[in-house]
């Protein structure tokens, strides 16, 4: 299996089952942000997805030409959802948990935080090979439980995080359903 690290074009390794953006955080470090091409090859998105959707004001503006890590991840959560949502739903979603793009005060998590928790969560749905309502609802409120101290709403996050985790599953179930289409058509 090509299992990938959600939202990237990077391929699972044991270093990122329990923090899935270590994988990413030295390269910001030592090149103080992403450029566009960097970002587009890290995501697998179009240099123009990814302005577009700060234009839209999903993803805060860029202050010179390097994607922060703030940037960064919200674009990762994005792309690990449009496989299965709206996109608007999805921007929805995170104003939800976060609130305005701009405004940390209003966040209920750290963004990198919610990331590697939703990797951990489908890291472990898909080792156990379970992604029934009920086993992820206990996935996310074990790890929702854990990391409380960190969680301004946690009842909220739960909501939000279930939705995430299901969703990243849709597009990976309608992935494999595409390919499989695919090959009935080439068959034709």
């Not at 270093?15 to 450029?35: D, H, K």
């Not at 703030?70 to 496989?83: G, V």
């Not at 209920?108 to 928790?117: A, R, V």
């Not at 309502?133 to 990391?147: A, T």
Request: aromatic letters at 6%; proline letters at 1%.
């Amino acid at each position: 299996m090509n299992r990938l690290i959600p939202g990237t074009t990077i391929k699972f390794t044991e270093q990122a089952r329990e923090s899935a953006f270590s994988m990413i955080a030295p390269v910001l470090e030592a090149t103080g942000g992403l450029t566009l091409s960097q970002l587009s090859k890290l995501t697998g998105l179009e240099g123009t997805t990814i302005q577009n959707w700060i234009k839209r004001g999903w993803v805060s503006a860029t202050k010179g030409k390097k994607y922060s890590e703030k940037q960064i991840l919200r674009i990762l959560l994005i792309n690990m959802l449009r496989k299965a949502m709206k996109l608007d739903d999805i921007a929805k979603l995170m104003v939800y948990i976060n609130g305005d793009v701009e405004d940390t005060s209003d966040d209920i998590i750290e963004e990198i935080l919610l990331y590697d928790i939703l990797c951990r969560i489908i890291f472990t749905a898909e080792d156990e090979g379970a992604f029934r309502s009920e086993h992820i609802k206990e996935l996310v409120d074990r790890e929702v439980n854990e990391n409380r101290k960190e969680i301004v709403d946690d009842n909220k996050l739960r909501k939000a995080m279930f939705v995430m985790v299901m969703g990243y599953r849709s597009g990976c179930l309608r992935t494999e359903m595409e390919k499989g289409l695919e090959v009935i058509l080439d068959e034709m």
